[in-house]
């Protein structure tokens, strides 16, 4: 069974720092790319960022409101997936959550981690 | 910047066809994906590469993409499927897009 399993979310103040997890199991992790998508409170669903796999030199691509500020790794040998996040913002408060491209979708979302960006 | 449109909202009584669509400059060259999410609960793929199902998805689920727009197709729909529906699709293969997500609503 396919499971994702983020880690590291919390409170933080405007300007500061957070490094998300997400631990992957139950499939062959270096296969995929793999994404973070973050949804703030009561609204839709924002793409992040992706990581290629090896194949694709591990190559990331970001959207243009975390750009700069945020950097996404992935570690093979330990099934992982990581998001720092620097430099955060009151707008970045949102659930995120980890996910498995396939076939140009999204078939596997980890149950996320609350990012809460306040002072 | 890619942009999705989708209604805000859509009603259908139990057992009707409910058909929810996206819109997107030239949709039809990209393959669009589609995403139920429930209260509380995290998104889960329905409909990928315009019209294939996941294991597991309902045969009543079904999805077509053409021009500028895609549409995801509930029949004979049941209580259960009240849910957000979101579209998704790749913009140049280097950006994801999401729809801004339609209520359906069953009533």
């Known amino acids: 069974e396919v499971q994702l399993v983020e880690s590291g979310g919390g409170l933080v103040q405007p300007g500061g720092s957070l490094r998300l997890s997400c631990a992957a199991s139950?499939?062959?992790?270096?296969?995929?790319?793999m994404d973070w998508v973050r949804q703030a409170p009561g609204k839709g669903l924002e793409w992040v960022g992706r990581?290629?796999?090896?194949?694709?030199?591990?190559?990331?691509e970001y959207a243009a409101s975390v750009k700069g500020r945020f950097t996404l790794s992935r570690d093979d040998s330990k099934n992982s997936l990581y998001l720092q996040m620097n430099s955060l913002k009151t707008e970045d408060t949102a659930m995120y959550y980890c996910?498995?491209?396939?076939?140009?979708?999204?078939?596997?979302w980890g149950q996320g981690t609350l990012v809460t960006v306040s002072s | 910047s890619y942009e999705l449109t989708q209604p805000p909202s859509v009603s259908v009584s139990p057992g009707q066809t409910a058909s929810i669509t996206c819109s997107g400059d030239?949709?039809?060259?990209?393959?669009a994906s589609w995403y139920q999410q429930k209260p509380g609960q995290s998104p889960v793929l329905v409909i990928y590469?315009?019209?294939k199902r996941p294991s597991g998805i309902p045969e009543r689920f079904s999805g077509s993409n053409s021009g500028n727009t895609a549409s995801l197709t509930i029949s004979e729909t049941q209580a259960m499927d009240e849910a957000d529906y979101y579209c998704?699709?790749?913009?140049?293969?280097?950006?994801?897009?999401f729809g801004g997500g339609t209520k359906l609503t069953v009533l």
């Open positions: 996910a498995r491209e396939s076939g140009y979708g999204f078939d596997s």
């Open positions: 139950g499939f062959t992790f270096s296969d995929h790319y």
């Open positions: 990581a290629r796999n090896k194949p694709n030199s591990y190559t990331t």
């Open positions: 030239e949709l039809g060259n990209k393959f």
């Open positions: 590469q315009d019209n």
């Open positions: 998704q699709a790749w913009d140049s293969n280097t950006e994801a897009v």
